[in-house]
């Protein structure tokens, strides 16, 4: 249990609101009602206090914080908000939340002309160049978020655009970067995964199955289930005898039939063609069942229903065309795309941050 969890911030947020009555013009305070406000789930306040503060007083800190409430929540949106002061009382108006993506680009991109010190406004830009599929653009800005400080997200991240841009070499030494900074704040094992895939992927046999071991294990030991996932390393690196000695220990019912195509295949290589037919027949039968079930279930709406039929018989037929396949001969293509890695970004946020740098204002 955190230290904070034990905070009654409801009572928190009443007295900091008191506050700001008598000292409105203090966008220090202003900023930690809004982190505050956010920890009880009240987001349209919060905005509406970044808002104020950045009106107030627009620095560095107020406008990226307001930026990047707007790229992690969007904005509230009422029928005559543009009517509303941002002191006006909000308790009784209802809201919508729609995307702000543009408006968090334009506050975060005019905020880095002034070169700012500090690496959260890079980390949230490139992971929305990223966003954009602007892989290019992402690494100049993840390159120089690094520079100042290097983190399990920004390396993960720049990584990801090396990848798609086929720089296996340089994606694989930032994915394992990444994975030496893994602390409480994320112990995320997908850099390593995807530096296990990037040697595999550049024929360094020896170096990514030593790497596939390790994520077993830490797998294993942390709960994290990506044993499917980690059994594609050894399928690229062709060694058929291990996919099948990992995916033959997984229980079907939890794990997609998606992984089907290269196990499937794996046992083909070995001759293993009853494995194949049994697993197959098993999951048809258990999804069809599954299918029935919610069909005469009176509870459940006609809309979710149809729904729930349509989805099954496709995965249904992705079964049966996987197995059609693999007696082909065709060898199925590992389809990996690298996880973006994402954490709180707020300047101030003595939860997940535990800094509040102060910047010049602007």
Request: proline share 3%.
């Amino acid at each position: 249990m955190s230290k904070y969890d034990e905070i009654d911030f409801e009572k928190v947020a009443l007295h900091m609101q008191k506050q700001v009555e008598t000292d409105p013009n203090n966008v220090q305070l202003r900023n930690e009602l809004a982190i505050v406000f956010m920890e009880i789930n009240q987001y349209e306040e919060a905005f509406f206090q970044l808002q104020a503060a950045a009106e107030l007083k627009p620095s560095i800190q107020t406008l990226y914080n307001l930026g990047y409430f707007y790229f992690a929540e969007g904005k509230p949106i009422v029928e005559d908000m543009e009517l509303r002061s941002v002191e006006e009382d909000v308790e009784e108006m209802s809201y919508t939340w729609e995307i702000a993506d543009k408006e968090a680009f334009d506050i975060v991109e005019d905020i880095l002309k002034y070169k700012p010190r500090h690496s959260f406004p890079y980390n949230v830009m490139g992971e929305m160049y990223i966003k954009k599929e602007k892989y290019e653009e992402a690494i100049g800005i993840l390159e120089e978020a690094i520079t100042l400080t290097p983190s399990l997200e920004n390396l993960n991240n720049l990584g990801l655009c090396y990848y798609k841009k086929g720089r296996l070499s340089e994606a694989a030494e930032c994915f394992r970067k990444a994975h030496l900074l893994r602390s409480s704040n994320n112990d995320s094992l997908f850099p390593f995964l995807s530096h296990g895939i990037c040697l595999a992927y550049l024929g360094r046999k020896s170096e990514a199955k030593e790497a596939t071991k390790e994520l077993l294990t830490l797998s294993r030991k942390e709960g994290e289930d990506l044993e499917a996932d980690i059994a594609e390393i050894y399928y690229i690196l062709e060694d058929y005898e291990e996919v099948v000695n990992i995916y033959c220990k997984l229980d079907w019912e939890f794990y997609s039939e998606e992984f089907f195509p290269t196990y499937f295949h794996s046992l083909w290589k070995l001759s293993k063609t009853k494995q194949i037919e049994e697993l197959a027949s098993k999951t048809i039968q258990r999804k069809e069942k599954e299918m029935q079930e919610v069909l005469q279930d009176p509870d459940e709406e006609e809309e979710f229903k149809v729904e729930y039929k349509e989805v099954t018989k496709e995965e249904i037929a992705f079964i049966k065309n996987t197995v059609k396949e693999v007696y082909w001969g065709k060898a199925p293509l590992v389809k990996y795309e690298p996880t973006l890695e994402t954490r709180c970004y707020l300047y101030g946020c003595f939860r997940h941050t535990d800094t509040n740098p102060s910047y010049f204002s602007i």
